[in-house]
């Protein structure tokens, strides 16, 4: 295929597929996205993880577990997409061992409650189901398809996240107010998560132009507060922002700025560098299950 007729199958919505021929500018700016996508996934499970000991109940527990499953499963369909755009499984995971990786910053955060375990499953998650909802028709193939079975997953994280703060602003005084809290700081990192204004976001001119995102920053942002202030105030939660405000006039929300710069620094958070050591040390203590899995490194009798 041509660099004419990519163009001509970009402009008439037909999906690009790993075979395909493509200009050098699509395959780094998909492989760009896709890994920090996949890496999201991966490093995401972590601080979940780290909480599954602490679930008040076995249901919980076993939620839990089986949302932290999830994510590593998304984590591991998208590390393939990954792989046919021309990135290694090795090189993947070493990027991310190495410190190298990019991914929502979030992450790297300390999660300091029960209700936080809550927030990032129905703010989180449900922000990301807005943007990941859209992504079912980006232009690259096995991405687009990828995000079917991922979105659906989503919705049970959603739902999973809704179900625990309900359930926290039914009980006492303190568990409500450690919703609250909670919420505090997960509004803040909800309305991050979305990424820059699209003035300022020259990646996502990029990949629009591409088709390999569908929606802006802003135009995300938008629909995840049409959606979420209802949602908000039904569950009987204040937003820590006073300003704001639907405008009619233009069907978009007027609202404060977060701090886009909060996480520039988050490599250097002690909840980071644990689970960076985490990672490595898991890296190291499975090496033998690798090792056994390697076709060539069975023995031929075997
Ligand atoms: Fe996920
Ligand atoms: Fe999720």
């Not at 710069?261 to 690798?290: A, C, D, M």
Request: aromatic content about 10%; hydrophobic content about 35%; proline content about 4%.
């Amino acid at each position: 295929m041509t660099v004419e007729s990519f163009e001509a199958k970009l402009a008439a919505d037909k999906k690009i597929e790993p075979n395909d021929e493509m200009p050098d500018e699509y395959r780094n700016a998909a492989l760009r996205m896709m890994k920090f996508h996949a890496s999201s996934e991966i490093v995401g499970a972590i601080p979940e993880a780290e909480w599954i000991p602490y679930a008040p109940s076995l249901f919980r527990k076993r939620v839990l577990i089986a949302k932290v499953q999830d994510e590593v499963g998304h984590g591991q369909i998208l590390m393939r997409v990954v792989e046919d755009l021309g990135c290694s499984r090795e090189q993947f995971i070493q990027d991310i061992l190495d410190d190298k990786a990019k991914y929502l910053t979030v992450f790297d955060e300390e999660y300091e409650s029960w209700a936080d375990i809550g927030m990032i499953g129905w703010l989180g998650d449900g922000a990301e189901i807005e943007r990941q909802h859209t992504l079912k028709d980006a232009s690259y193939g096995p991405y687009a398809r990828a995000m079917h079975k991922i979105v659906y997953e989503e919705a049970f994280h959603y739902s999973q996240g809704r179900d625990l703060i309900a359930t926290l602003m039914q009980g006492t005084k303190a568990q409500r107010d450690m919703v609250q809290e909670s919420f505090n700081k997960w509004w803040w990192r909800a309305m991050v998560l979305f990424g820059p204004h699209d003035s300022e976001s020259t990646h996502s001119k990029v990949l629009m132009n591409f088709k390999l995102k569908i929606k802006s920053n802003d135009e995300l942002r938008n629909l995840f507060l049409n959606k979420f202030v209802p949602r908000i105030k039904k569950m009987g939660l204040e937003i820590p922002d006073q300003t704001l405000q639907y405008d009619e006039s233009k069907g978009s929300w007027k609202y404060k700025d977060p701090d886009f710069t909060i996480y520039k620094n988050s490599k250097s958070l002690p909840s980071h560098q644990r689970r960076l050591k985490f990672l490595r040390q898991s890296y190291e203590t499975n090496g033998w299950v690798r090792r056994l899995v390697e076709l060539d490194n069975i023995p031929k009798a075997l």
